[in-house]
């Protein structure tokens, strides 16, 4: 069963006020809000609060988004096995829903969410990612395209010893001959992941044989 969450509209006001004070120049109001954040850590479904903002709240500005997600990615690395599970479906549901976000800033930081979530041990717990992403790299919408490989060109960087081992049923197989697919993207920056991805197995793997994709 999908799980599902709303955020109360009081507790949503009230968490959007504080991401805009963070962005303060005032040093004392930072440390305020700071103080007011690690408090609400203390609920389970504050969490919920950051990814909404993150992903729904598509009419605030981007940095208060943004911020929603960055502040979100230190609970991950901070508290992440402590995360009630269903917290946890809603925000990996929420990244690749939103992978192709229209601002190249939320794009960002859903991918960094969810290279923050893959190095947590979640590759392994997290199944449907991988062939999720390598799907969406055949979007015909750019931004999910570009999205997609945003966040591969990471996980490759921050897990490649893990995607080169058999603990994930060995990937490459199907990630390096779909990577070679956009070797002459006309996107420069879709080439340039591409690059990315593929030179961090190149340099790594000493058993993956090229000739199986060009032969």
Known sequence: MEYEWKPDEQGLQQILQLLKESQSPDTTTQRAVQQKLEQLNQYPDFNNYLIFVLTKLKSEDEPTRSLSGLILKNNVKAYFHNFPNGVTDFIKSECLNNIGDSSPLI???????????????????????????????????????????????????DSAEILDSDVLDQPLNIMIPKFLQFFKHSSPKIRISHQWCSSSFFTLSKTWCISSVLC
């Open 107 to 157: 794009r960002a930081t859903v991918g960094i969410l969810i290279t923050t979530i893959a190095s947590k041990g979640e590759l392994q717990n997290w199944p449907e990612l991988l062939p999720k992403l390598c799907s969406l790299l055949d979007s015909e919408d750019y931004n999910t395209c570009e999205g997609a490989f945003g966040a591969l060109q990471k996980i490759c960087e």
